[in-house]
């Protein structure tokens, strides 16, 4: 199984906007990709409501897990943008 730990960059956390970005990222991953904070249990990272109710701020360091092919790649995708301040960021339709 690949996992990333990585620090959320959002100054809101993973919360509105950059939470939707990210579920949308992992909903098109090529497998299934959970979502988790410290010893909490791991939830859908294709979840909208899973998401948010780990209540992670910036800051928090949450770990992304997957299996299959393309997992790795998935997994590095979606770390990267967790670690973004996505909050800083344009909107692509701006």
Known sequence: M???TVT????????ARPAALFVAAAGAAPVPVT???GE??????????SVLSLGAKQGTE????ADGE???AALDG??????RDLDAEEP???
């Open 8 to 15: 959320v960059g959002s100054a809101s956390g993973l919360h």
């Open 2 to 4: 690949a996992t990333r």
């Open 78 to 83: 979606l770390a990267e943008l967790l670690a």
């Open 70 to 72: 393309g997992a790795e």
């Open 40 to 49: 909490k249990r791991a939830v859908p990272a294709n979840s909208m409501l």
């Open 35 to 37: 979502i988790r904070t």
């Open 62 to 65: 949450v770990v992304l897990e």
């Open 92 to 94: 692509a339709d701006a």
